[in-house]
């Protein structure tokens, strides 16, 4: 389950854990940079990690793709 929030700089993602098991994971998109946070119950502090565009879409890219390495050519 997620939910989408559009703003007219940022979009933020919600995935949510059906389960219960796991903290939900943020995703802010933003015109220059991509950060996905976690919130982690041991230290009480987010874990936050930022990319690029180009890197994000690779990430989406590489969950189809067989065992390998791939340059992605834009």
């Known amino acids: ?7 007219w700089d ?3 993602t919600v995935i949510l854990d059906d ?3 796991h903290e939900d994971v943020e ?3 933003d015109d ?4 996905i946070r976690q919130w982690n119950i041991h230290t009480e502090e987010y874990e936050t990690i ?3 565009h180009k890197m ?3 990430l989406h890219l ?3 793709q067989p065992e390998g390495f791939f340059k992605i050519e834009q």
């Open 56 to 58: 994000y879409q690779e």
């Open 32 to 35: 220059n940079e991509v950060f």
């Open 50 to 52: 930022c990319m690029s």
């Open 1 to 7: 389950m997620f939910q989408n929030e559009i703003d």
């Open 62 to 64: 590489s969950f189809n």
């Open 10 to 12: 940022e979009t933020h």
């Open 27 to 29: 995703v802010f998109i």
């Open 19 to 21: 389960t219960a098991v």
